[in-house]
């Protein structure tokens, strides 16, 4: 059904067409929160959570700085859990699941 464009639907529509737009900025993911979701997906796969550890393993273009943040976090973790041991090519990571 077409709008009509009496008298009353003009002034509507012009309000609508007037209104300021606000744009939402997207907030842009920093290297160390796109670091930190890629090894989520790694740790939350069937085969690691089975096993209990994942071979974590810098990619090209990775920042130094973001690994050493991460591994750092992961191993100044509170958690009796978690144990961190550096490899050749990274970091293996193996936890125990804690008994609720």
Request: charged share 35%; net charge negative; glycine share 4%.
């Amino acid at each position: 059904m077409p709008l009509s464009l009496s008298p009353d639907n003009t002034a509507y529509i012009d309000s609508i067409i007037k209104r300021p737009t606000v744009i939402a900025k997207k907030h842009r993911p920093t290297s160390y929160e796109l670091l930190g979701q890629r090894i989520q997906i790694e740790i939350a796969a069937a085969s690691r959570r089975e096993k209990r550890q994942v071979h974590l393993k810098p990619e090209d273009g990775d920042s130094p700085d973001d690994w050493d943040r991460l591994i750092d976090e992961i191993s100044e973790n509170e958690n009796e859990n978690v144990d961190v041991t550096r490899t050749d090519e990274g970091w293996l990571v193996s936890w125990v699941p804690v008994e609720v």
